[in-house]
C-alpha cells in the first residue's frame, strides 16, 4: 500500500518558471525524502527532511514539512527542461522495518 | 551513477515461469532494498536484506523470495510468474542506521511477463 499521496499527478510549466508538488501521508514518520526518476529509469535522491525540521534547502530545491497536517511540498525554483522527471515523496515512518513508503509521483513537465 | 548496477536490464518471460534478478550494491553498503515499480505507480516495497538476512517484508507472496550474499550483493526470486509481475523491479542499497536515511538505487530490471 502506497502511504503518500502526490498533487498533482502531473505538472506542465514553461522554463523559468517555479514548480510546487505537494505529498501527504498517514502515519507518524522519522523522516520525509524526495526522489526524481528520469523515464524509466532508477530514482536519485533529492533531499531528506527529518520530522524534527519545517523547511530545508538544496540548490534550486526547497522542501517543507508539516507534521500536523502530515504533508510536505517540494518547489524547484526556475525549472529548466532538463527537470523533466517524475518526483516521489517517500516516507521513513515509525515501526516501518527499515523500508521507505512512496507516493504515487508528481510528472513534470517542463517546456523551453 | 550510484554504484548500485542490476542486471539482466530487460527480460521478457511467460506466465508459470520463474525469474532470477541480481544486484550489487555499493561499495561500503550492507543493507539492499527491493521494490516493484508498476507503470504509472511509485514503487513498492517487496523486502529488505541486511547481513545475508531478510528484514522485513512488504505485501508479497512468498514466491517472491531473496538471498543476500556475504559480499552483500543480492538476488530477487519469482516463482510461478504471473501477468501482474510485469514491472520494473528496482534494487537499492544504503547503509543501516536506525533510521532510513538516503537509498541508492539501480537502473531496475524491466519484467515483461506474457
Known amino acids: 500500500s502506497q502511504q503518500g499521496e502526490e498533487d498533482p499527478q502531473a505538472l506542465s510549466i514553461q522554463e523559468g518558471e517555479n514548480a510546487t508538488m505537494n505529498c501527504s501521508y498517514k502515519?507518524?514518520?522519522?523522516?520525509l525524502q524526495w526522489y526524481r526518476q528520469n523515464s524509466g529509469r532508477g530514482l536519485v535522491h533529492l533531499i531528506l527532511?527529518?520530522?524534527?525540521?519545517r523547511e530545508k534547502h538544496s540548490g534550486r530545491l526547497r522542501v517543507t514539512l508539516d507534521t500536523s497536517k502530515k504533508s510536505s511540498s517540494l518547489l524547484i525554483t526556475a525549472s529548466r527542461a532538463a527537470d523533466t522527471a517524475s518526483y516521489f515523496c517517500?516516507?521513513?515512518?515509525?515501526?516501518?522495518?527499515?523500508?521507505?513508503?512512496f507516493g504515487q509521483g508528481t510528472e513534470l513537465s517542463v517546456k523551453p | 551513477e550510484t554504484g548500485v548496477t542490476q542486471s539482466p536490464t530487460h527480460l521478457i518471460k511467460t506466465r508459470g515461469q520463474q525469474v532470477t534478478l541480481r544486484c550489487s550494491s555499493q561499495?561500503?553498503?550492507?543493507?539492499v532494498s527491493w521494490y516493484q515499480q508498476a507503470l504509472g505507480q511509485g514503487p513498492q516495497f517487496i523486502f529488505q536484506y541486511y547481513r545475508e538476512e531478510e528484514n522485513g517484508r512488504g505485501n508479497f507472496p512468498p514466491r517472491f523470495s531473496g538471498l543476500q550474499f556475504p559480499n552483500y550483493s543480492s538476488e530477487l526470486n519469482v516463482n510461478a510468474l504471473e501477468l501482474d509481475d510485469s514491472a520494473l523491479y528496482l534494487c537499492?542499497?544504503?547503509?543501516?542506521?536506525?533510521?532510513?536515511?538516503?537509498?541508492?538505487f539501480g537502473e531496475g530490471s524491466r519484467l515483461t511477463v506474457l
Open positions: 527532511i527529518r520530522s524534527n525540521e
Open positions: 517517500a516516507t521513513d515512518g515509525h515501526n516501518q522495518g527499515g523500508k521507505l513508503i
Open positions: 502515519t507518524s514518520i522519522n523522516n
Open positions: 537499492a542499497s544504503s547503509y543501516k542506521t536506525a533510521n532510513t536515511g538516503e537509498l541508492f
Open positions: 561499495s561500503g553498503h550492507n543493507t
